[in-house]
């Protein structure tokens, strides 16, 4: 899996790198090195979504961001030795929870139960070959109904926080 | 044979997932600048959407959109939950941003250090 | 001024196919992957495209702050109007057995508006944030 590794040297960038600007693009290199992985992983659906809202929205907001405030990140001034030992720690308690997963690929394990339960009954109920689509939008119609509010308040909060009546002037604090 | 090659392929796509996460835990931990954390918050989030999505894959599957010819698919239920999570994470990522940047209209600054600097004193 | 020519050149041939790009990932997303979000924010790019090569004042004239503002929470009243449809037509909340005469085709129409709300709310929300962010300016 060399897109893995990519994807980890990726990520060892972004940690080090101290020029903000540069760690922006970094980000997006990564999305789309996500987005690959993804697709490597016959998640189609999501791979698209990843590629244009990680790589094109994210880095967007993210630039727009850093033009309005600085660019450089200040050296830091405490010793990384405490915050790398709890990594440490939380990384080996991580590796120890997930190695007591199945094996990779096999049909048989516990996560797949529900799923080809789906696949089987798209066509025949909605008429919809794309099973992903049917599932999000009528099986589990309620889940997208909240993710449209979460996007539809978060809108909102941007607009009220940023928001100026006029060029001029300081806006209400 | 193509046990041990899951078995290689699960291990080391594990310990990238370990990886990715505990970098970006890193970097909310140690790092003072409020961008950057926000930043770390997306890595360790995109990291948790490979830990879902990878269980998912059967080998010798292919993408779950019914086609003729196909009987085997991959699991279409983690794809529709990290697609709502992704969605999610970027709506977060903008609020995050917008908050940082009335930060450093009040302050002056986005260095955590210098703000508790600011609020101490003042 | 040769640098801008070359840009404002290609921008005009890609930004129509963008376009068209994201309406037909819209209504292809039954067939092959694609949907309401995916196509909502290559929408939202393809309007943040003309902004950088145009300037805020040009897309604000094509489509001013208040028509975003209102349509960010249109889609929303979209899906929502679907679901106290389902209800009006006699079954639960958001169940679309009853939008028309058969089962298979009730299905299909609600997920074909619920997606279209879907690719309203994230178009508009992406252009909105765009727009707060670029009017802001630096002091």
Do not use: C
């Amino acid at each position: 899996m060399v897109l893995l590794a990519l994807l980890a040297a990726t990520t060892i960038g972004v940690v080090r790198v101290r020029n903000l600007f540069a760690v922006a693009v970094l980000t997006g290199v990564y999305s789309f090195l996500m987005a690959s992985v993804l697709i490597v992983l016959d998640a189609v659906d999501v791979a698209m979504t990843e590629a244009s809202v990680g790589a094109g929205i994210g880095m967007v907001l993210m630039l727009g961001a850093l033009y309005l405030t600085k660019t450089d990140e200040a050296p830091p001034a405490h010793s990384p030795l405490l915050p790398l030992f709890v990594a440490g720690v939380t990384g080996a308690v991580l590796i120890w929870a997930v190695s007591g997963q199945p094996p990779f690929g096999m049909a048989a394990t516990p996560v797949h139960l529900a799923g080809p339960d789906y696949v089987q009954r798209s066509v025949a109920e909605t008429g919809i070959p794309n099973v992903v689509t049917s599932v999000l939008a009528s099986y589990r119609g309620f889940d997208t109904l909240g993710e449209t509010i979460v996007i539809f308040t978060a809108g909102i909060a941007v607009l009220l926080l940023l928001k100026r009546a006029s060029r001029d002037g300081d806006g209400s604090n | 044979m193509s046990e041990i090659v899951g078995g290689l392929i699960a291990h080391f796509n594990q310990w990238i997932t370990v990886f990715l996460m505990v970098s970006g835990l890193y970097i909310v931990i140690a790092r003072g600048n409020m961008i950057k954390k926000l930043i770390g918050l997306s890595l360790f989030q995109t990291s948790v959407y490979l830990l879902y999505i990878a269980p998912g894959k059967i080998l010798g599957g292919t993408p779950p959109i019914k086609a003729a010819g196909f009987t085997v698919y991959a699991n279409p239920l983690p794809h529709v939950l990290i697609l709502t999570a992704i969605v999610v994470g970027i709506a977060t990522l903008a609020l995050g941003l917008a908050l940082v940047i009335r930060i450093n209209e009040a302050y002056g600054t986005i260095e955590e250090d210098e703000i508790f600097a600011r609020e101490s004193e003042g | 001024m040769r640098l801008d020519v070359i840009l404002r050149v290609t921008t005009k041939l890609i930004l129509p196919l963008m376009l068209l790009f994201a309406v037909y990932v819209q209504f292809h997303g039954d067939y092959g992957p694609g949907g309401g979000f995916q196509a909502g924010v290559i929408a939202g790019a393809t309007f943040i495209l003309f902004t950088l090569i145009n300037g805020l004042g040009a897309v604000m004239r094509i489509i001013p702050v208040a028509v975003v503002e209102a349509l960010i929470p249109f889609g929303a009243l979209i899906y929502a109007g679907v679901g106290v449809a389902g209800m009006l037509t006699g079954g639960n909340f958001l169940d679309y057995s009853h939008l028309a005469h058969d089962p298979v085709h009730g299905q299909e129409w609600g997920v074909f508006l619920v997606e279209l709300g879907v690719f309203v709310t994230v178009s508009a929300t992406m252009l909105a944030i765009f727009y707060t962010f670029a009017g802001r300016g630096r002091r």
